[in-house]
């Protein structure tokens, strides 16, 4: 959840910690804070509560040399937000400086163990006692830091991505990780550490992903060595970056969550380039192909997700059910793996996340595996933890998002839901061939649409204005469109604060819609298809209570239009394909909405972008 970054080398460490730090502050802005060492006996810490800019007021004119450094921005989990508890932490004698993401669980038997030893703790936080404990063995044990480090990591139950500093040793650096990502960049005669990959990759392609259980040790005389916590020597495996720098800024717009929702025809067309085409009349996802006839015979496919990526499992759900025939179960993943599911080696469990890191997501596919099934992501993030421990999968290749709320991840997630369910139904022979071409088409011409939607932004920002001081909002959909009122409340929720709840239309009059008043914005997914008749039936019930409707419409519709407040048209499209153009309006709205309610819109408070902890 926190962002870590590091550098060793031959640069002024600060520059390179300061600018990692904004590119990892969508991780955690609770705090942030760096540790500088230019050689032994100097090792500086400043930390500050707030954003990383507070952290650069607050150093001005103090001592940033060295050419070896860590810093951190938190997401706080143990103790409140404040100066005390933000990283990086101490040693007891001083000597150690140590950053961390995760959760160590056991953190409280150990603290109590080492304060019967002597040890002081200043700080609230989980992180301090394992940095007291990395320094208790160094010194009792008398062994080098990355020893230290081992036999500690051996002691702790939990996740952590932890890098760590000793002043007695300043030409090394010492990461680790288990179930929480950590990446290192290798340059010349030099080495970066971060979270993720966007600090590293204005300055090197070269990046290492350290594996569960691995230590690192950089050493600026001898290089990287990583080992296991059993001691065993591993061999880096180095990637190349497929990231571009330019991803990561924000080229024009007021914020990141903007830019990303005009990126989405580019994002969309991007999941599917190379994938389908429609003139030719194929479909095929290469990362899947060797399980094609595994999920095709499957008898019962298991999508599990958190957030934003189970309503895309949701709308798959539609997608596979309608097109393939194939049962289907969405799960949330932090309920999944605590409830003792019954999985069979039959089963496909598919895991979506935008990050490939979700702990409760990586938890729940390390259970299905040991039951037998076969495990699929669908994720954006190259490299990923899930990535890796799936047996195939799909990218979504929706490129970096940065801003918390998630948009282009969405819709690239629900695009490969869509395709994933087209291919299936191909091979299982369940949907005509007439069907099959006219949704080719469809998404062919999907991102164009899109275009012509998000030329609609002034009109919406309007609607926005109208309803940006409303203290709660109702979202309605049916069939596939129900998930898409799910998304746009929690759009609502996320960025704007306002209270707003997801419902299937037909159940508004089973609870909510006694709360319907002349000061209650419904916002409701009205398009033609199956479903219309009942969808403006759910909406003069609306009316008869004065609610205040805002109604997504096909283009052309006239009888919802003559009935709501405010109407959005949509291109006519595929029923199937209504989802990800509906999306759209939504995350504009959310958008505005928050603007003009002076939020934080990409840093929404008590949000971080990935959760890495339980």
């Known amino acids: 959840m926190c962002g870590i970054v590091g550098y060793i080398g031959d640069k002024k460490a600060y520059p390179v910690l300061i600018k990692g730090l904004s590119r990892l502050e969508y991780r955690g802005y609770d705090s942030a804070g760096i540790a500088l060492m230019s050689n032994e006996e100097d090792l500086r810490v400043y930390k500050r509560q707030g954003k990383v800019q507070d952290l650069v007021d607050f150093v001005d004119g103090m001592d940033i040399e060295g050419n070896v450094g860590i810093g951190h921005t938190r997401w706080a989990t143990h103790g409140l937000p404040n100066d005390v508890n933000a990283h990086p932490h101490f040693s007891g004698d001083g000597d150690i400086v140590l950053v961390h993401n995760g959760i160590i669980e056991n953190y409280d038997i150990i603290k109590k163990e080492l304060i019967k030893r002597g040890h002081v703790f200043k700080s609230e936080t989980d992180t301090e006692v394992l940095v007291h404990l990395i320094e208790d063995i160094k010194n009792n044990s008398t062994v080098s830091l990355e020893e230290a480090v081992r036999i500690a990591l051996n002691e702790v139950h939990g996740a952590y991505a932890i890098v760590a500093l000793s002043k007695h040793e300043p030409n090394k650096i010492i990461a680790a990780k288990k179930s929480s990502p950590l990446v290192i960049g290798m340059g010349e005669d030099e080495y970066y550490l971060a979270s993720d990959a966007t600090p590293i990759v204005e300055y090197t392609k070269n990046v290492v992903y350290l594996e569960d259980e691995q230590i690192a040790i950089i050493d600026r005389n001898n290089g990287l060595r990583i080992i296991s916590i059993s001691n065993k020597e591993v061999s880096p495996y180095v990637q190349e970056l497929e990231m571009q720098l330019e991803e990561l800024e924000k080229g024009g717009y007021d914020h990141f969550m903007l830019k990303e929702i005009y990126e989405q025809p580019r994002a969309i067309h991007d999941s599917f380039r190379g994938r389908l085409n429609a003139q030719e009349g194929w479909i095929s996802l290469g990362g899947i192909r060797d399980f094609e006839e595994r999920i095709a015979e499957a008898n019962r496919i298991i999508i599990i997700a958190c957030g934003t990526s189970w309503h895309a499992g949701l709308v798959g759900e539609y997608y596979i059910e309608d097109l393939a025939r194939i049962p289907v179960e969405v ?18 469990v598919i895991a979506i996340s935008q990050s490939g890191e979700t702990a409760d997501t990586l938890a729940a596919l390390k259970m299905a595996k040991e039951k037998g099934a076969t495990l699929l992501g669908i994720v954006n993030v190259v490299g990923s933890t899930i990535s890796r421990v799936t047996d195939a999968g799909s990218y979504t290749h929706a490129g970096p998002e940065i801003g918390v709320a998630s948009t282009k991840a969405f819709t690239t997630q629900v695009t490969l839901m869509a395709m994933l369910a087209m291919m299936l139904a191909k091979k299982r022979k369940t949907v005509t061939e007439e069907r099959f071409n006219t949704l080719l088409n469809e998404m062919e011409a999907l991102p164009s649409k899109i275009e012509k939607l998000l030329e609609s932004n002034d009109y919406i920002r309007g609607i926005a204005e109208i309803y940006k001081d409303a203290q709660n909002a109702l979202y309605l959909g049916r069939g596939s469109s129900f998930p898409i009122a799910l998304e746009g409340a929690l759009k609502l929720k996320e960025i704007s604060y306002i209270h707003a709840e997801g ?6 009059k089973h609870g909510p819609i006694a709360l319907i008043d002349e000061n209650m914005p419904v916002f409701v997914i009205a398009t033609k298809g199956e479903n219309y008749e009942k969808v403006v039936s759910n909406i003069q019930e609306v009316k008869a209570r004065k609610g205040k409707l805002v109604a997504i419409v096909t283009q052309g519709d006239v009888t919802v239009k003559n009935i709501a407040d405010h109407y959005i048209e949509i291109p006519d499209t595929d029923e199937m394909i209504v989802p990800i153009l509906a999306t759209i309006p939504w995350q504009l709205i959310s958008y505005h909405i928050a ?6 819109v990409d840093q929404p408070r008590n949000l971080a972008k990935s959760v890495t902890v339980e």
């Open 595 to 600: 603007v003009m309610r002076e939020c934080n």
């Open 503 to 508: 419902y299937p239309a037909a159940e508004m």
């Open 331 to 348: 799960e949330y993943a932090s309920e999944f793996r605590y409830r003792n599911p019954i999985i069979r080696p039959n089963d496909v």
